[in-house]
């Protein structure tokens, strides 16, 4: 059983930054991971994910502004965000996915589904 603890939330101005860790329990080495927000009256949205080999992908809305990467010697997921946009006010969540057809959901972004979730943690930019 992994489990997933984000942090690094915060509150910043529009065109500021901040980077969310994701620490998990255990190595993740067969895991795909992903990033998840969801705003208030939103449903959840998908924002990136890394493969076990290090391949990315990205929401259209965060391309060229987030950056997802991972430490496996420290077992942590990381989101850079830079230059924040007010409507990238939401809670963000990790996610982990081991299972073979979820991984590769997961991956592409075609699911809001993974079988690991972290709590949270919120993000609020200002304009």
């Known amino acids: 059983q992994v489990q997933l603890a984000e942090s690094g939330g915060g509150s910043v101005q529009a065109g500021g930054s901040l980077r969310l860790s994701c620490a998990a329990s255990?190595?993740?080495?067969?895991?795909?991971m992903a990033w998840f927000r969801q705003a208030p009256g939103k449903e959840r949205e998908w924002v990136a994910s890394i493969s076990t080999d290090g391949g990315s992908m990205y929401a259209d809305s965060v391309k060229g502004r987030f950056t997802i990467s991972e430490d496996n010697t420290a077992n942590t997921l990381y989101l850079q965000m830079n230059n924040l946009k007010p409507e990238d006010t939401a809670t963000y969540y990790c996610?982990?996915?081991?299972?073979?057809?979820?991984?590769?959901?997961?991956?592409?972004?075609?699911?809001?589904?993974?079988?690991?979730w972290g709590q949270g943690t919120q993000v609020t930019v200002s304009s």
């Open positions: 255990l190595y993740t080495a067969n895991s795909v």
């Open positions: 996610a982990a996915d081991d299972r073979n057809l979820q991984r590769w959901l997961l991956f592409s972004g075609r699911t809001t589904g993974a079988k690991y």
